[in-house]
């Protein structure tokens, strides 16, 4: 089983979750100055994070049915974060406020091993992903996000994963025909 399944099961079992939302599509669960307190698991939908610099916006990070997402900066840190926060489509979450989850992380070492696993997972995931935006050509990073990712194009829209391949709608699609 997956850290970040295991981790939902623990959860679930404990009964820790605190609230759960039923958010519409185009709805910002964060925004850019905001603080991240929550830790969220998406039980249904899709959700994307992204920045906005000189009125464009480049998405990050997207999570789906199965995943938890935070602005993890600020979850963190309990810093403010430039990141949004938006759903793609109505979405289903959990939510675990941060200090709760912290807590018991703190007193169990079975949580802290398996959010140290999933930090690890995230951290490697960060690397690749600066890696092919750093030195593959489009092509090479469409073609590697399909092969780590080929969920991504039955859930997310494709004006969305242009902006995270950083390359434009036009791109992708030309890339995706050939």
């Given amino acids: 089983m997956s850290p970040t399944h295991e981790l939902a099961r623990l959860i679930e079992v404990e009964s820790l979750w605190e609230k759960s939302l039923d958010l519409p599509r185009n709805t910002y669960l964060k925004v850019s100055g905001s603080i991240d307190r ?7 939908g899709s959700l994307r994070m992204f920045v906005i610099r000189e009125f464009e916006e480049h998405t990050i990070r997207f999570a789906y049915t199965g995943n938890f997402f935070a602005a993890l900066d600020s979850f963190i840190t309990g810093q403010p974060s430039d990141l949004y926060i938006q759903t793609i489509r109505r979405t289903q979450l959990k939510v675990l406020s941060r200090s709760r989850f912290m807590e ?7 949580y802290s091993a398996i959010w140290t696993r999933i930090l690890e997972l ?6 690749e992903r600066e890696q092919d935006i750093l030195t593959t050509s489009p092509a090479e990073r469409y073609e590697r996000v399909m092969q780590r990712s080929p969920q991504l ?3 997310i829209p494709h ?3 242009a902006s995270y391949l950083r390359m434009t ?6 890339i995706k025909k050939s």
């Avoid at 929550?38 to 249904?44: A, K, R, W």
């Avoid at 018991?104 to 079975?110: A, G, L, N």
């Avoid at 995230?122 to 690397?127: H, T």
């Fill in 38 to 44: 929550n830790l969220y698991y998406v039980e249904e």
């Fill in 104 to 110: 018991v992380v703190q007193q169990s070492p079975e």
């Fill in 122 to 127: 995230v951290v490697v995931q960060q690397l």
């Fill in 153 to 155: 194009f039955q859930e």
């Fill in 159 to 161: 004006k969305y994963i």
């Fill in 169 to 174: 709608p036009e791109t992708l699609s030309r």
